[in-house]
């Protein structure tokens, strides 16, 4: 794939995540779609090609990051939150803890 494609990849790959990690949540999605939007138009006459693909690393690994670790939250009550999220990929499996140390086989 060219550079060029992947550089386009990972700017649409961006804006989907926006969407769905701040979904109904207006003044996050504006802020995101600027943010996205100004860090490419910036890079965009970048002649190295070692750092385009520096920057399409980061891109990538920006948008893992969104995905994966930002939560969106509303406030129920004086001391109650609501995680806001339908999304699949936050739901990790969790291990539990356990108080004693394990004995080494």
């Known amino acids: ?3 060029r494609l992947k550089v386009l990849s990972v700017f649409k790959k961006l804006h989907r995540t926006r969407l769905a990690v701040f979904n109904h949540d207006d003044r ?5 779609r ?3 939007n100004e860090e490419f138009r910036k890079n965009k006459n970048e002649p190295s090609e070692e750092n385009i693909q520096k920057m ?3 891109g990538s690994d920006v948008e893992i990051v969104l995905r994966e670790s930002v939560l969106q939250m509303e406030h129920l009550g004086e001391n109650t939150l609501c995680i806001a999220t339908t999304r699949e990929s936050l739901l990790l499996e ?10 080494k086989s």
């Open 34 to 36: 600027l943010k996205i």
């Open 28 to 32: 996050s999605l504006t802020a995101a």
């Open 56 to 58: 399409i690393k980061m």
């Open 1 to 3: 794939m060219g550079t």
């Open 94 to 103: 969790n291990v539990p803890y356990c108080d004693q140390p394990r004995k």
